[in-house]
Structures are given as C-alpha cells and as structure tokens.
C-alpha cells in the first residue's frame, strides 16, 4: 500500500478496535503531539473511558532538540492525572525511526513511574533506529525516507493524511 492509498478514517476504524483489545483496568491513553494527541482525544470519546486523556510532547527530550527546538503552538505535556502505578497506552499517528517515542517515554518518566507503557499507532512505517515496536499498528507501509508522513484533522475533526518531501 502506498501513502496515497492509505484510508485515515478506515484506519482509524481498525485502531479503535485494536486499542479496545489492548486495555486493561485503569489504562490512561497519551497522545503524542500533534496527530497523537488527535486520536487519543477521538479514542478517549469513542470508549467511553472516563476522565481525560492526556497529551504529550516529544519536544523537550528530543535528540535533534539543537536543530529543530520548540515548535509554536501548544506544543505541551498536559497528563491530568496521576502517572504513579498507571498502565499508560501512548497513541500516535506514525511510528518511524522510533525516536519521537524514545524522546516521550523520558518525558512520561518526569511525571511518575506509570506500572507499563504500550503504544498503539495508526500507522508504521518501518525504519526504526531503536528498539521500540507497537503493541498495535493499523497499518503497515515503506516509504522512501525521505518522505514525512502525518495527520490532519479537518474542522469536522476528521482525519486526513499528509505526504510531504522532508526539508
Ligand atoms: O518515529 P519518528 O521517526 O520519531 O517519527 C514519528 C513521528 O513523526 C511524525 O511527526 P513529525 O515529526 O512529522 O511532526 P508532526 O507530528 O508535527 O507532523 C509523527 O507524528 C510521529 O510523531
């Protein structure tokens, strides 16, 4: 399947019943900023799990922090509620290299010591440069490296997906 090819919304489908496979009592799901956070606040809704998700930010653990810094907008960790002995399932659109969920799981720690962390995506895209895997993935796709692959939400909250050419 090529980028073009891929459904967000149909995928969205199969996440939401991948994740409802994968909770357990007390689970909190974490959005990873931006596209992550999207879909946590969407997965959150149609479970009708209670209380809020929570969202995290990648930016202050990055190792490209030197190059890219903090972007603009609301680029921050909100978790509302106690990370302490908390099953957490991180949710984000596209897992690549590994490296923005690395740089997460730091941040996650800066608030507690949660009992298990999981994650569950929409899609991997294969190239990972460190060991980290989904528990879930609602797709599976190569891309040519270069290619930056993410989420949009339109205005009726709808997901879209975007292709572009890295800078
Ligand atoms: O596994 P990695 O190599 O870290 O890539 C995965 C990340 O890349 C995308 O975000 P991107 O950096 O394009 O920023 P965006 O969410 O603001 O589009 C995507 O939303 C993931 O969070």
Redesign the pocket.
């Given at each position: 399947m090529s980028a073009l090819q891929l459904d967000a919304e149909a995928l969205y489908t199969e996440l939401l019943a991948g994740v409802r496979r994968l909770l357990l009592p007390d689970v909190a799901l974490v959005g990873?900023?931006?596209?992550?956070a999207w879909l946590a606040e969407r997965l959150q809704r149609d479970l009708g799990l209670p209380g809020k998700h929570g969202v995290i930010s990648?930016a202050l653990h990055r190792d490209d922090f030197g190059s890219r810094g903090l972007?603009s907008g609301h680029d921050a960790t909100s978790l509302p509620f106690a990370v302490d002995g908390r099953p957490i399932l991180l949710i984000?659109?596209?897992?690549?290299?590994?490296?923005?969920?690395r740089a997460v799981i730091n941040e996650l720690y800066d608030f507690g010591r949660p009992s298990s962390v999981r994650l569950a995506v929409l899609v991997d895209r294969g190239?990972r440069e460190l060991p980290i895997e989904a528990a879930y993935a609602a797709s599976r796709i190569v891309l040519p490296a270069t290619q930056?692959?993410?989420?949009t939400r339109d205005d009726a909250g709808g997901f879209t997906f975007s292709v572009r050419e890295a800078s």
């Open positions: 990873v900023w931006s596209g992550g990648s972007a984000d659109d596209v897992l690549f290299t590994g490296r923005t969920i190239g930056r692959l993410s989420l």
